[in-house]
C-alpha cells in the first residue's frame, strides 16, 4: 500500500516535474544575486558613486530590508493567487528599480530603489523557495539550489567587477527577464489536502516533524540571527580586508574562489545526512562564529582566504539544513514562504548594525565580533528545539 501511495505521488506532484524545478532552482538565485554580490556591490557604491563606507550598509540593508518585506507578502498572498502572477508582479517591479538606477545615482534616489527593488526580489524568490519546499524530496532540492547557488556566486563576484554600475544593473535586469520568458514552468497552486497525504506517505522520514507551529517560527528566528551575521560579515569583509593592507588583487580572486567552496559545504551536507538535521547544524553554527570572529584580531592575506573559503562552504551547509528543517515542519509551506523573509531581514539588520558600529568609530573589529555573537544566538535557538524534540521522543519510547 506504501509503495501505492509513493508511486502516486510521484506522478501527481507536479513540484517534482524537471521543469517545476528548474525554473524555481533558477528563480531563486536570481532572487539571491544581490545578496551573493554584495561585497562587489559595496566597493561598487563607494568607489564609482562615492557613497560612505555608513550610507553602502544603508543601501544594502535597504535593498534586503526590501527582499524582507516582499516575501511576507508572498507568503500571505501565495494561498490566494495565482503564483505565476504573484511572481510576474515582483519580476516586473524589481526590472523597473533596477532600470532607475540607472539614471537616478544620489544615495537617498537610490535608497528607496534599492528598497523597491529588493521587494520585488523578495516576492518571486518566495514563491521560488516554496516551489522546491514543495517537492516530495525537499532536502535534495535545497542542496541542488545551494549547488547552483556556488557557481552562480562565483559567476556573478567574477563579472560584475568589471562592469560599470550601470552594467550591474543592467545584469540583474537581463535575469529578470529570463524568469519571465521561463514562467509558465512555475506551478500556479500549492498542493491540496490529497496531495499534501499522499506527498507525506511517499516520504522517507527518521524524525517526527509533525511539531507544534511554534517550533518552526523559533526556527524562522534563528535563521534571522543567521543572517544578521552574514549581513554584516558579507557587506563589509573585502571594505576590512582593504582597511588592513589586504590588496585588491589578491582579495578579487580569493572572492571568487571562495564562492567555489560552497560547493564543498553541499558535498559535506549529503555525507552528514545520516546524522541527522540538528547535530550537523548545531556545529557549523559554532564553527561559524569562530572564524567570523577570528577577523577581529586583524586581516592578512592567509587569514582572509581561510575566513572566506571557510564561511562560504558552512553557508552553503547551513542553508541546506536550515530550509530543510522548515521544509519538514511545514509541509503546508505557508511558514517556509516566509524563509527569504527572514533571511533579507537578517541581512538588512546586519548591514545597518555594522554601519551604525562604523559610525560610532568601534572599527571593523567590533562588526565581526557582532556578528559571530549574532550567529551563537541562532545556535542556541536550535539547541532548545533540538532538546524539545529529543525529550518528547523519549517521553513516547516511554509510553509505548
Known amino acids: 500500500m506504501t509503495q501505492d501511495l509513493s508511486n502516486k505521488a510521484t506522478i501527481n506532484n507536479v513540484f517534482d516535474g524537471w521543469r517545476s524545478i528548474s525554473i524555481a532552482l533558477f528563480m531563486a538565485l536570481v532572487g539571491y544575486s544581490v545578496m551573493v554580490s554584495v561585497p562587489v556591490l559595496s566597493t561598487a557604491w563607494v568607489g564609482l558613486l562615492g557613497f560612505t563606507e555608513e550610507q553602502v550598509g544603508r ?5 534586503l530590508g526590501g527582499l524582507s518585506v516582499g516575501a511576507i507578502v508572498s507568503a500571505v498572498l501565495v494561498a490566494r493567487v495565482n503564483r505565476r502572477t504573484l511572481a510576474l508582479a515582483g519580476l516586473l517591479l524589481s526590472i523597473g528599480a533596477n ?3 540607472i539614471v537616478m545615482v544620489e544615495y537617498e534616489q537610490v535608497l528607496w530603489l534599492r528598497l523597491a527593488a529588493g521587494f520585488g526580489s523578495g516576492i518571486f524568490t518566495s514563491i521560488a523557495v516554496v516551489t522546491l519546499g514543495g517537492t516530495t524530496k525537499p532536502v535534495r532540492a535545497f542542496n ?7 557557481f552562480s556566486t562565483a559567476l556573478e563576484l567574477h563579472t560584475l567587477p568589471k562592469l560599470t554600475m ?9 535575469l529578470n527577464v529570463a524568469c519571465i520568458a521561463f514562467i509558465r514552468w512555475l506551478p500556479n497552486r500549492a498542493l491540496n489536502a490529497e496531495e499534501l497525504a499522499q506527498q507525506e506517505a511517499a516520504a522517507e522520514e527518521i524524525e517526527d516533524w509533525h511539531v507544534p507551529r511554534i517550533l518552526p517560527v523559533i526556527c524562522l528566528i534563528a535563521i534571522g540571527f543567521t543572517y544578521v551575521n552574514i549581513g554584516g560579515y558579507y557587506t563589509y569583509v573585502e571594505l576590512a580586508a582593504h582597511a588592513d593592507g589586504v590588496s585588491k588583487e589578491w582579495m578579487s580572486p580569493v572572492l571568487t574562489w571562495s ?3 560552497a560547493i564543498v559545504g553541499c558535498v559535506i551536507a549529503m555525507f552528514c545526512a545520516r546524522f541527522g538535521l540538528f547535530k550537523p547544524l548545531l556545529v557549523s553554527l559554532l564553527v561559524m562564529a569562530a572564524i567570523v570572529m577570528m577577523l577581529s584580531v586583524g586581516i592578512t592575506d592567509i587569514s582572509i582566504m581561510v575566513s572566506l573559503f571557510s564561511f562560504m562552504t558552512l553557508w552553503t551547509f547551513v542553508d541546506v539544513y536550515q530550509t530543510a528543517m522548515m521544509a519538514h515542519m511545514d509541509r503546508s509551506g505557508s511558514l517556509l514562504a516566509l524563509v527569504p523573509s527572514v533571511q533579507g531581514f537578517g541581512q538588512f539588520v546586519g548591514p545597518n548594525i555594522s554601519a551604525s558600529v562604523l559610525g560610532a568609530g568601534l572599527g571593523y573589529s567590533n562588526v565581526f565580533i557582532l ?4 550567529t551563537l544566538v541562532a545556535m542556541f535557538l536550535y539547541l532548545g528545539v533540538f532538546i524539545y524534540m529529543h525529550r518528547r521522543s523519549a517521553v513516547a519510547v516511554e509510553v509505548v
Not at 543601501?59 to 535593498?63: L, R, T, Y
Not at 550601470?166 to 537581463?174: D, E, K, Q, R, T
Open 99 to 101: 532600470a532607475c538606477c
Open 166 to 174: 550601470s552594467g550591474i544593473y543592467l545584469f540583474f535586469i537581463g
Open 59 to 63: 543601501v544594502a540593508g535597504a535593498d
Open 371 to 374: 556578528s559571530g555573537c549574532m
Open 259 to 261: 564562492s567555489i567552496f
Open 144 to 150: 541542488l539550489l545551494l549547488f547552483a547557488f556556488a
